[in-house]
């Protein structure tokens, strides 16, 4: 009698824990399949946020190379800058309404002392100005002055 109740006791034991067992490796097979699919739901977006950037990078490069040759033609070349840089100060006036000529000033010198190094080594040696040199004609702003 001793080892019916033995074999009964190791019997629901052994049901129990493979019920346990069981449910856990469910439960786990579960979260790795859903902690998989998010991973690959953040690669995908993560591709295709950098495709865009990559699109909206090219875009922004052809629309300066387009504006550089433009402004490159003789005549149409002054009207072209002229142009330009009033549809940009435009826009710089529409994120700032209460931005003034002389912000705006600040805020082109700070972005074009942010890109000049680069800029002026790509220039060949013999014509590139020193970055000193192009700094003095940039205007004196305060550091905060920039929007």
Known sequence: ???????????V??????AILFTTS?????????AAYTAATVAAGAAAAAAAHRRE???????ARLRRMIVAVPVL???AAVYFERQEYAEWRE???D????EYGCFVAAATGEVMDEVLQDLPQRVRPSPDRVRSML?????DGAR
Do not use: Y
């Open 77 to 79: 070349g002054g009207g």
């Open 13 to 18: 034991f052994l049901g129990w824990m493979v």
């Open 139 to 143: 205007p004196d702003c305060p550091e």
């Open 1 to 11: 009698m001793k080892w019916i109740r033995r074999l009964m006791h190791s019997t």
């Open 99 to 102: 931005g003034t000529a002389a």
């Open 95 to 97: 994120a700032n309404p």
């Open 57 to 63: 990078i090219a875009r922004l490069a052809a629309k």
């Open 26 to 34: 469910l439960a786990a097979t579960g979260w790795a399949i859903h």
